[in-house]
């Protein structure tokens, strides 16, 4: 079935710091790419998406490409903030399902 | 604020239990999602309805249930209540069937917790 795999957390870096946080999936067909945030306390937000392959969402300073050659939707930030402190989901959406299939999450903290 | 509204925000229950979650989606959604969120399982998709109908179905246990109403609010009965159901329990909608194109917006979750 569908899966997603993300890099293991915790991650933390310094204001300022460069962000990678990896993601790769295993799908039939061509899926939609997601990553959500959920801050202390909250549900989860969208924060970009991706629907086809070489695609690259971007939201907020983040950014994630669709690589279907190497199945893959990293995220990344090239300056990192406090207020980025939160849990990162990978999340994919196959062709011909409904259902939001997530990733493990990968909690980010920042230091100042 | 995603305009999706879940009551309570916690509830602590002995097991043998049964409580019931509620969820108003956003104005103008048809679609209600539910998903458990637990330390060792992550987020688990449980069940699916769009426009009063159940759409999909994920890893819900029979213990578990739900439906949604006329008004499209949604309720998610869990009885017979064990420790390990202790979570957080999220409901999204989104305005089709299929969140394919149409992104979920999430609720800020229910803490359950069953000593």
């Known amino acids: 079935g569908d899966s997603v795999t993300q890099m293991e957390g915790p991650v933390t870096l310094s204001e300022e710091a460069f962000l990678t946080i990896n993601c790769t999936y295993t799908?039939?067909?061509?899926?939609?790419l997601f990553w959500y945030v959920q801050y202390p306390g909250e549900g989860l937000q969208l924060l970009l998406k991706?629907?086809?392959?070489?695609d690259k969402g971007s939201n907020k300073g983040f950014e994630a490409t669709y690589r279907k050659e190497t199945t893959s939707f990293h995220l990344e930030k090239g300056s990192v903030q406090v207020s980025d402190s939160a849990v990162y989901f990978c999340?994919?959406?196959?062709?011909?399902?409904?259902?939001?299939?997530f990733g493990e999450g990968t909690q980010l903290t920042v230091n100042p | 604020d995603s305009g999706v509204t879940q009551t309570p925000k916690h509830l602590i229950t002995a097991t043998g239990q049964r409580v019931t979650l509620r969820c108003s989606p956003r104005?103008?959604?048809?679609?209600v999602y539910w998903y458990q969120q637990s330390l060792d399982q992550g987020l688990q998709f449980l069940i699916q309805?769009?426009?009063?109908?159940?759409?999909a179905k994920g890893n819900i246990l029979e213990r578990f249930s739900a439906q949604q109403f006329p008004d499209l609010h949604s309720e998610l009965n869990l009885s017979s209540l064990e420790l390990g159901d202790s979570a957080l329990y999220f409901c999204?909608?989104?305005?089709?069937?299929?969140?394919?194109?149409?992104?979920?917006?999430f609720g800020n979750g229910t803490r359950l917790t069953v000593t």
């Open positions: 104005s103008g959604d048809l679609s």
């Open positions: 799908a039939t067909g061509y899926p939609s």
């Open positions: 999340a994919l959406i196959a062709t011909s399902g409904s259902r939001l299939t």
């Open positions: 999204a909608s989104s305005t089709s069937d299929s969140s394919y194109n149409s992104p979920l917006h």
């Open positions: 991706a629907t086809k392959a070489d």
């Open positions: 309805y769009y426009n009063g109908e159940e759409r």
